[in-house]
């Protein structure tokens, strides 16, 4: 063999084993290369290609979550000194001062709900207080200006002016839209119709009835002219009928015995019904008097609170446990795609009737608001009224000294 031969052989035999040692690495790659005289060997460095990330999932988006904040007061009881108080130099009739002192609680609530315990009536010939009691339209008007926006209106006086003091009232809250009365009527259809209302996206029933008519009977004929106590059944397929078509169901049932602190067994039975035929909140008026709250459980397990009497959110009654009424303070939840709402918590608080010693002028405070000066001004203080005195009787009533 040639010289040359010999060291073209110690070549390629030099590139065998290079190529050999360098075929278990991925990253490079061996061609050759075809010249006149020899082949040469010509090595490339190739990037790897890194796989294309997976896009991220997009995050499913947070349900939303309505919340609707609800207050209610009860009893507005028109007496006389009460009509007295509005009338103007002029001979027209305001009675704005009687809400004037609670306007900013009210302002923080969605739903501000009061139980307007008499009538309302156009002509100053039917203005009457106690027993039958007739109150100037111009009550309703401070009632809207203040903001309340519910009015429950089935109590024991809803007949005391008899057909035409409810056509009266239902023709005044006619002129306001704006406002949802229930609990009176002027015709069937509508006596027929479960109250509902839309609130931040939540659909709520508002249901109110009364125990009686303080020994009056409505016409045979006319049985839609209030809504009573009178019939479970109904009651029943009310409340049946809410849960479907509302997200959320009150229940304003006008009940009880006046001036007694607790509930009675005619409360409790119809409470019962009332929650296991679906309320999901109880909110009670008419003994005049404070009354606990307490949280009910029906047949299914639902925890429904039951504020059994709000007392008086004004009046000139001439006790002093009459003084004392109480706001009911609710927050509703609902999240998207819940079949129902749900309550989130469920307060009270107290408030006080004011009456100046000359009985001239009359308001309602938060009980928080009234100062010793304030109270010391108060028609009974004769009878011995004071904060303190006021503050234990709701503590006692409601339990809030054990909290």
């Known amino acids: 063999m040639g010289k040359l031969s010999k060291r073209i052989t110690a070549v390629l035999s030099v590139v ?14 061996i061609t050759s290369k075809e010249t006149t005289t020899e082949k040469a060997v010509v090595i490339s460095e190739m990037p790897l290609v890194e796989p294309e990330p997976e896009p991220e999932p997009e995050p499913e988006p947070e349900p939303q979550v309505f919340t609707v904040k609800l207050c209610a007061v009860g009893d507005d009881l028109i007496h006389d000194n009460l009509i007295k108080s509005g009338k103007q130099e002029d001979g027209t009739y305001n009675y704005d001062h009687f809400y004037e002192h609670v306007l900013d609680q009210l302002a923080q609530y969605d739903i501000r709900v009061i139980n307007q315990e008499t ?11 106690y027993p039958r009691f007739g109150s100037p339209y111009e009550v309703g008007e401070a009632v809207i200006k203040a903001g309340f926006n519910v009015v429950t209106h089935a109590t024991n006086h809803s007949y005391d002016k008899g057909v035409n003091g409810v056509l009266s009232s239902v023709a005044f809250w006619r002129e306001h839209p704006e406002i949802l009365m229930v609990g009176m009527y002027d015709n069937e259809e509508d006596f027929n119709t479960i109250p509902v209302k839309e609130f931040n996206g939540i659909k709520i029933a508002f249901l109110n009835y009364t125990y009686g008519l303080n020994g ?14 009178y019939d479970d059944d109904k009651i029943v397929s009310d409340i049946t009928k809410a849960r479907k078509l509302a997200d959320f169901v009150i229940v304003f049932p006008h009940w009880g015995t006046e001036y007694v602190y607790e509930a009675t067994t005619y409360q409790r039975n119809e409470a019962k019904i009332f ?56 927050e509703i939840e609902m999240t998207e795609g819940d079949e129902r709402a ?13 009456i100046s010693k000359d009985t001239k002028f009359i308001t309602s405070y938060m009980l928080k608001d009234v100062t010793e000066e304030i109270a010391s001004e108060h028609w009974l203080t004769k009878k011995g009224l004071t904060v303190e005195k006021i503050q234990k009787l709701y503590d006692d009533i409601t339990g809030a000294e054990e909290e």
Request: aromatic letters at 6%; proline letters at 6%; a negative charge.
């Open 275 to 330: 929650v296991d035929a679906g309320a999901d909140l109880i909110i009670g008026a008419h003994p005049h008097v404070v009354e606990p709250l307490e949280i009910l459980v029906a047949e299914d397990g639902r925890e429904v609170p039951c504020y059994w009497s709000l007392g008086n959110f004004i009046s000139s009654q001439s006790e002093v446990p009459r003084m004392l009424g109480a706001m009911a303070e609710v």
């Open 16 to 29: 065998m084993i290079m190529a050999v040692a360098l075929a278990g690495c991925s990253k490079y790659s």
């Open 216 to 229: 009056l009977a409505l016409p045979d004929d006319k049985q839609y002219l209030v809504n009573t106590l």
């Open 119 to 129: 009538v309302l009536v156009n002509d100053p010939d039917s203005y009457s207080g």
């Open 342 to 354: 749900h309550i989130v918590s469920a307060e009270m608080e107290p408030i006080m009737t004011f």
